[in-house]
Nanobody, 125 residues
Framework: QVQLVESGGGLVQAGGSLRLSCAAS????????MGWFRQAPGKEREFVAA????????DYADSVKGRFTISRDNAKNTLYLQMNSLKPEDTAVYYC??????????????????WGQGTQVTVSS
């Protein structure tokens, strides 16, 4: 089992940047595919980005491609999401998630076994 704790959210102006972190407990972090999802008020949780266990493969939602970068440091048991050129529509609670035994990248919520509690990102116009 793995526990996930997100940090790095906050309030930023449009065009600004934030870097989210997701700290994972346990010694098996490097065996999990990881992902970021977000949920805005009144909307369903949606896929943002995913990374394979090795970090060699990444995948992004069209809405964030070219602006967000997902990465991981398996030595530090940490997942990152660098968010640049932020827009008001990026405002949401951001969640990291871990997929056990998944070889590549995962886009579906059902592919993930563990979730963090979320961190709020608010982008003002």
């Amino acid at each position: 089992q793995v526990q996930l704790v997100e940090s790095g959210g906050g309030l930023v102006q449009a065009g600004g940047s934030l870097r989210l972190s997701c700290a994972a407990s346990g010694r098996t972090f490097s065996t999990y595919a990881m992902g970021w999802f977000r949920q805005a008020p009144g909307k369903e949780r949606e896929f943002v980005a995913a990374i394979s266990w090795s970090g060699s493969s990444t995948d992004y939602a069209d809405s964030v491609k070219g602006r967000f970068t997902i990465s991981r440091d398996n030595a530090k048991n940490t997942l990152y999401l660098q968010m640049n050129s932020l827009k008001p529509e990026d405002t949401a609670v951001y969640y990291c998630a871990a997929a056990r035994g998944f070889y590549g990248t995962a886009r579906k919520r059902g592919d993930y076994d563990y979730w963090g509690q979320g961190t709020q990102v608010t982008v003002s116009s």
